[in-house]
C-alpha cells in the first residue's frame, strides 16, 4: 500500500480563519511587491485575526493568493476575508459581504484597536475603513422587484414560490444578471447603475429576454421609453420608426408581451455610443422580417468598393410609396432624345404659301409619290401613352422618388 504524504492528509481538515486586508497586489511593477508568488494579480497582504496571533498582541502577517481559479473578486484594503493554508499555501475567499452593498466590504468593526501600531499611517483610511481616496458610490445591491406581469404566479404562492437571481455585481454599478421570471430565463449586462435594479435609461444594457416586452422586462410605463429616432416625437422634421402605415417603419415596442400567445427571443443593446467593427472579415446583419435603420442627425454610408442594393422596389421619402414619381431609366431616355434628334434632323419644310408641319425628307430612293410618316406625332404618341405609376419607356417600374413641395425651397 502506496504511503501518502504526511500534508495531504493534513490538508482534508481546512480550518478557515479571519483576516483583515492590509494591501492589495495588483500586478508585478507595482512599488509594493511580494515575494510568495510569481504572478502579484489580486494577491493581498493580510492581518490574521482569527487564531491565537492575536493572543500576545502581534497580529501575524500572511500572504495570500485568491482560492478560485477563474473567479476572484473585486477587493481591496480593510475588507474583510476568510482564509486556510493548504499545502503551506495560503488562500482567501472575500471580501466578506458585510453590508449587502457591493460598494462597501470593510471589517464590521474596529480594525484599528486590533492592528495597533502595525496598522500604518491612520490619516490614510476614512472612519468607515475605506481608504481616504477609495471610489465610494451611493449605490446599492440589485434587487429583484416583484413584477405581477411576468411572474406568473398567484400572490398566495408567490412567498414560498419566488426565487433570486444568480447576479455578479462590480463596485460601482456594473453587474451580470442571470435571471428569470417564471421559467423564463433572461441574461442582463449592465454598467452604470442607478438605483436597486438595471436602469435602460443610463449607462450601457444588452439584455437577452425570452418573454415580454422591454417595457415589462425593465418595469416601465407604457409609452415612457422610446427609441433615439423617435424622441422627441413632436418633431415634425424628424423620420420617427413610430409612424406610417405600421409595418414596413414602426418599432415594436410591444414586440413578445406577455399577453401574446406565442413568447419570442429579442436582444436589446443601448448605450449612448455603440461601434461594430469587423477588422479582418464581414460584418453582416441578417433578417427574417424587417431591417429598420434611423438616426435623428445624418445617415452617412462609406466604402472603398462598390455599392449593390438589390430590392423588389425603392423608394426615396415616405411619400414616394404612392408611385407618383417613377425614376428615369438613363439609356432608355436616351434613346427616346436620340430618337427624337434624328427626326428633327432629316426633318424638311415643304412651303408653298401655306405653313406645313415638319416631315421626314426624301431620299433618292424614294418615289415621288412616297408620303412621309409624321415620326414626331407618333413619338407624341408614345410619351402621352405611358403611365409614369405603372412605370414603362423610360420610367423605372422598381424606382420611385418622392415629388417636390413647392411650398418649400429647402438647399439644405
Keep these: 500500500m502506496p504511503v501518502r504524504p504526511d500534508n495531504f492528509v493534513k490538508s482534508k481538515s481546512i ?15 507595482d512599488d509594493f511587491k511580494q515575494s510568495v ?27 495570500a493568493r485568491p482560492m478560485f481559479r477563474g ?7 480593510k475588507d474583510m476575508v476568510i482564509y486556510t493554508k493548504i499545502n ?31 496598522g500604518g499611517d491612520k490619516s490614510l483610511f476614512n472612519p468607515d475603513g475605506s481608504g481616504i481616496d477609495f471610489p465610494k458610490l451611493n449605490n446599492t445591491k440589485l434587487q429583484k422587484p416583484k413584477n405581477k406581469k411576468m ?10 414560490s419566488k426565487l433570486s437571481d444568480l447576479t455578479f455585481e462590480g463596485r460601482h454599478g456594473n453587474s451580470i444578471r442571470l435571471g428569470s421570471r417564471d421559467i423564463f430565463p433572461s441574461i442582463t449586462i449592465d454598467n452604470k447603475s ?67 400567445s406565442i413568447n419570442f427571443d429579442q436582444i436589446v443593446i443601448l448605450s449612448d455610443r455603440i461601434t461594430f467593427d469587423a477588422r479582418r472579415s464581414d460584418f453582416t446583419v441578417s433578417s427574417n422580417n424587417n431591417i429598420n435603420f434611423g438616426a435623428t442627425n445624418n445617415f452617412t454610408l462609406n466604402n472603398s468598393g462598390y455599392s449593390i442594393i438589390n430590392s423588389n422596389n425603392i423608394y426615396l421619402g415616405e411619400k414616394a410609396r404612392v408611385k407618383a414619381e417613377p425614376m428615369v431609366l438613363g439609356n432608355e431616355l436616351r434613346n427616346i432624345l436620340v430618337r ?36 414626331i406625332g407618333i413619338l407624341l404618341q408614345e410619351l402621352k401613352d405611358l403611365n409614369p405609376q405603372n ?3 423610360f420610367f423605372s417600374r422598381h424606382h420611385f422618388i418622392e415629388q417636390n413641395d413647392r411650398s418649400q425651397n429647402n438647399e439644405g
Excluded at 473567479?71 to 484594503?77: L, Y
Excluded at 411572474?151 to 414560498?160: A, H, I, M, P, W
Excluded at 437577452?208 to 422586462?217: D, Q, T, V
Excluded at 430612293?365 to 408620303?371: G, I, P, W
Aim: aromatic residues 8%.
Design 340 to 375: 427624337l434628334l434624328e427626326i428633327l434632323n432629316s426633318a424638311r419644310a415643304n412651303v408653298q404659301g401655306v405653313a406645313l408641319p415638319l416631315v421626314r425628307g426624301l431620299d433618292v430612293k424614294d418615289t415621288l409619290n412616297a408620303v412621309p410618316a409624321d415620326d
Design 151 to 160: 411572474d406568473l404566479v398567484s400572490d398566495k404562492t408567490y412567498e414560498t
Design 71 to 77: 473567479i476572484s473578486d473585486s477587493i481591496t484594503a
Design 391 to 393: 412605370g414603362g419607356g
Design 15 to 29: 480550518v478557515f480563519n479571519i483576516g483583515v486586508v492590509k494591501r492589495v497586489h495588483l500586478n508585478d511593477t
Design 37 to 63: 508568488e510569481t504572478n502579484s494579480s489580486q494577491m493581498i497582504d493580510l492581518y490574521s485575526l482569527g487564531d491565537d496571533s492575536t493572543s500576545s498582541g502581534i497580529l501575524r502577517n500572511e500572504t
Design 88 to 118: 503551506e499555501t495560503v488562500y482567501y475567499i472575500g471580501p466578506l459581504n458585510n453590508y449587502n452593498n457591493p460598494n462597501q466590504c470593510t471589517a464590521n468593526f474596529n480594525v484599528d484597536e486590533l492592528i495597533g501600531r502595525g
Design 194 to 260: 442607478i438605483g436597486k435594479q438595471e436602469n435602460i435609461g443610463v449607462g450601457s444594457t444588452i439584455s437577452m429576454l425570452s418573454n415580454g416586452s422591454i417595457y415589462e422586462n425593465f418595469g416601465i410605463e407604457q409609452d415612457k421609453y422610446f427609441l433615439s429616432v423617435d424622441v422627441p416625437k413632436e418633431n415634425p422634421n424628424n423620420y420617427s420608426l413610430n409612424k406610417g402605415d405600421g409595418v414596413l417603419d414602426r418599432f415594436d415596442y410591444e414586440y413578445a408581451k406577455v399577453d401574446d
